[in-house]
């Protein structure tokens, strides 16, 4: 069936209201998940502006605006990379409105969550673990890495991966539908800067589904340019380091990515006047993607994708 993407939030700091968040379900079902919630109701107002949310039938008696039923009835889950502000302020702010959902995340990230965000003090429990009183509106869902989960009320299957975030444990999550697959990662610094072989072991997992054609695009970082030496990248990624572990990915495969379409996801603002990230990322990116040949995509607020 493919993916039907829908861009929440887009870039990975300094400007609120518009912070990684991406709205995603199976072509022609509209149960969706959010994978990340930096960016949630501004990134649905947006959305419904560009006319991304037109085929969301209303019915007749909808009480909510079109931003609010999408949110009330279109979106299922919850998928979250890590806790970090710029991942889940979103689903803060909108908790008071929101439908009861599940948040599916590793251990690691539901403890942060659970005692440091949803904890009483810095907002009110809206989870059904952690500090009393719990209004269990949300349902946290502990995923194992590498074991495949059926998201419930969705078509869609997930498999988390842990990342390695600076000092901090991300998440990839690989999503499925049917036979279709596609990969989101949250933060994440390549192997060899974080001298670690987490992104080896999701390109060796996902090299069979390349193989057979069956991985329909990726959603993955690339926070600063290159300028940004290797000391300050805290966990991310630059456009060298993003097209080294994509060809990592394409030796794991044995197979060609050409033509494969990635999200270039994260970008980090800049407050310069000289150099923005936006116009500097894509073209380094550019020049170093003449053999492998991939589709970078440089998201907007309020697009949609649809990955076939
Ligand atoms: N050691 C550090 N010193 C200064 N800034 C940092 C450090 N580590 C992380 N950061 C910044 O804090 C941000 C937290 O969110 P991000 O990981 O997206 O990006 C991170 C950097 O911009």
Not at 13 to 40: K, Q
Not at 99 to 112: D, E, F, G, Q, R
Not at 172 to 178: H, I, K, M, P, T
Not at 248 to 259: E, I, V
Request: proline residues 6%.
């Amino acid at each position: 069936a493919g993916f039907d993407i829908t861009v929440l939030g887009a870039r990975g700091g300094l400007e609120d209201g518009n912070l990684s968040a991406y709205m995603i379900h199976p072509i022609g079902d509209p149960r969706a998940i959010l994978c990340d919630a930096g960016t949630v109701l501004h990134g649905l107002q947006v959305a419904d502006q560009r006319g991304a949310l037109d085929d969301t039938r209303l019915p007749a008696d909808a009480t909510e605006t079109r931003p609010g039923f999408v949110l009330h009835h279109g979106i299922a889950a919850y998928l979250i990379s890590h806790a970090h502000l710029d991942h889940v302020a979103g689903l803060v702010l909108v908790s008071p409105d929101d439908s009861a959902k599940s948040i599916y995340a590793l251990p690691s990230v539901t403890t942060v969550l659970s005692r440091d965000l949803f904890n009483g003090a810095v907002w009110p429990n809206n989870g059904d673990i952690g500090t009393p009183p719990r209004l269990g509106l949300y349902h946290y869902q502990d995923l194992a890495a590498g074991q495949p989960v059926t998201l419930a009320h969705t078509g869609l299957r997930v498999t988390a991966f842990p990342l390695s975030h600076g000092s901090v444990e991300s998440t990839a999550f690989l999503l499925q539908s049917g036979t279709d697959a596609m990969l989101y990662f949250g933060d994440t610094g390549a192997d060899a800067v974080e001298h670690g072989t987490r992104l080896q072991a999701i390109w060796q997992a996902v090299a069979p589904l390349v193989r057979a054609h069956r991985l329909r695009g990726i959603v993955i970082e690339c926070s600063y340019d290159d300028t940004r030496p290797d000391s300050q990248l805290w966990g991310h990624l630059s456009p060298r380091w993003l097209l080294r572990e994509l060809t990592a990915l394409q030796d794991a495969a044995h197979t060609p990515l050409r033509g494969m379409p990635v999200l270039v996801a994260h970008i980090k603002p800049s407050l310069r006047r000289d150099a923005d990230p936006l116009s500097v990322i894509p073209a380094e990116l550019r020049e170093g993607n003449r053999d492998l040949g991939v589709n970078f995509i440089v998201p907007e607020q309020g697009m949609r994708l649809q990955w076939r």
